[in-house]
C-alpha cells in the first residue's frame, strides 16, 4: 500500500502541467489595460504621430495573427496538441518554430501591443513586460521541463539553436 502511493506521487503526468491559460492572460491584461487607459488616458502621440502609430500597430497586430496561425498549423500538421493541459504527441520545429521556440505567445504579445499601439494607448503597453514574466515563470518553463522530459537530446538542440521569444 505504501508502496503503492509512493509510486502515484512519483508519476509524472504526460503534459506540462501548466496552470494559467495563455491566452487569458493576454487578454485580461489588454483588457486591463484599456480599462485604465479609459479611466487615466494616456496617448502614445499627438494628433500629427497617431496615423503613424495606427499603421505600425495593424502591422503588429497582423504579424501577431499570422505568427499565431502559423504555430497552430504546424501542431496540427504534426498531429499535436496546442493545449498545454494536453500531451504533445510530436515536435514541431519548421514554420515559425524555426525561428522562435514561442511563436503562438509571442504573437499574442504582437497582437496585444499592436492594439495597443493602433488605438494609441499606454496603458496596454505598460501591462506587457507583467505578462511577458507571467508566461515566462508560469507556462515556459513548465513547458520547456516537460518537452525536455519527453524528447530529450532533440529538444535540447532544438533549445540550443532557436531562440525563446526572438
Same mark, same amino acid.
Given at each position: 500500500?505504501?508502496?503503492?502511493?509512493?509510486?502515484?506521487?512519483?508519476?509524472?503526468?504526460?503534459?506540462?502541467?501548466?496552470?494559467?491559460?495563455?491566452?487569458?492572460?493576454?487578454?485580461?491584461?489588454?483588457?486591463?489595460?484599456?480599462?485604465?487607459?479609459?479611466?487615466?488616458?494616456?496617448?502614445?502621440?499627438?494628433?500629427?504621430?497617431?496615423?503613424?502609430?495606427?499603421?505600425?500597430?495593424?502591422?503588429?497586430?497582423?504579424?501577431?495573427?499570422?505568427?499565431?496561425?502559423?504555430?497552430?498549423?504546424?501542431?496540427?500538421?504534426?498531429?499535436?496538441?496546442?493545449?498545454?493541459?494536453?500531451?504533445?504527441?510530436?515536435?514541431?520545429?519548421?514554420?515559425?518554430?524555426?525561428?522562435?521556440?514561442?511563436?503562438?505567445?509571442?504573437?499574442?504579445?504582437?497582437?496585444?501591443?499592436?492594439?495597443?499601439?493602433?488605438?494609441?494607448?499606454?496603458?496596454?503597453?505598460? $501591462?506587457?513586460?507583467?505578462?511577458?514574466?507571467?508566461?515566462?515563470?508560469?507556462?515556459?518553463?513548465?513547458?520547456?521541463?516537460? $518537452?525536455?522530459?519527453?524528447?530529450?537530446?532533440?529538444?535540447?538542440?532544438?533549445?540550443?539553436?532557436?531562440?525563446?521569444?526572438?
Amino acid at each position: 500500500m505504501l508502496a503503492e502511493r509512493a509510486q502515484r506521487r512519483v508519476h509524472l503526468p504526460d503534459h506540462a502541467d501548466v496552470r494559467v491559460v495563455p491566452p487569458l492572460v493576454y487578454a485580461a491584461a489588454l483588457a486591463a489595460g484599456f480599462l485604465l487607459q479609459w479611466a487615466r488616458p494616456i496617448p502614445l502621440a499627438r494628433e500629427t504621430g497617431v496615423v503613424a502609430f495606427r499603421t505600425v500597430g495593424i502591422g503588429l497586430a497582423l504579424l501577431g495573427g499570422w505568427l499565431v496561425a502559423e504555430a497552430l498549423r504546424g501542431m496540427r500538421a504534426r498531429g499535436t496538441s496546442p493545449i498545454p493541459v494536453r500531451p504533445t504527441t510530436a515536435l514541431v520545429l519548421d514554420g515559425a518554430y524555426r525561428y522562435t521556440r514561442n511563436p503562438m505567445y509571442l504573437g499574442m504579445l504582437l497582437v496585444c501591443a499592436g492594439l495597443a499601439l493602433a488605438a494609441n494607448a499606454l496603458w496596454p503597453l505598460v $501591462l506587457l513586460p507583467f505578462v511577458v514574466s507571467i508566461i515566462n515563470r508560469h507556462v515556459i518553463v513548465r513547458e520547456e521541463k516537460y $518537452l525536455s522530459r519527453k524528447f530529450g537530446g532533440e529538444y535540447e538542440v532544438y533549445k540550443r539553436r532557436t531562440r525563446r521569444w526572438i
